[in-house]
């Protein structure tokens, strides 16, 4: 995807063997391997936010959930 790209492909769930269109990113970290300023981000479509967000938290890793908007995308 190209950076402030307004014709860029939206973001896809991360979910294994979805495609659809995310709307949700996750950001979270593993604390044992990685410095609080460490933070991985995956992308989750309504129907896998949930599952995606209770995996990471399962593990106990620091999780956040934020809603994926147009303005957002553009500043990425």
């Known amino acids: ?15 294994a063997g979805c495609r659809a269109d995310a709307r949700w ?16 981000s995956w992308a989750a479509c309504d129907e896998h936010r949930d599952f995606l967000r209770e995996y990471l938290a399962a ?4 999780v956040e959930v934020h809603a994926i908007d147009a303005s957002t995308e553009a500043s990425r």
């Not at 790209?5 to 991360?14: D, G, L, Y």
């Not at 990113?25 to 991985?40: E, F, G, L, M, S």
């Not at 593990?59 to 620091?62: L, Q």
């Open 1 to 15: 995807m190209s950076e402030g790209s307004p014709s860029a492909a939206p973001a896809v769930c991360s979910r």
């Open 25 to 40: 990113r996750i950001d979270w970290r593993n604390p044992r391997i990685h410095a609080a300023d460490r933070v991985k």
């Open 59 to 62: 593990r106990s890793f620091p």
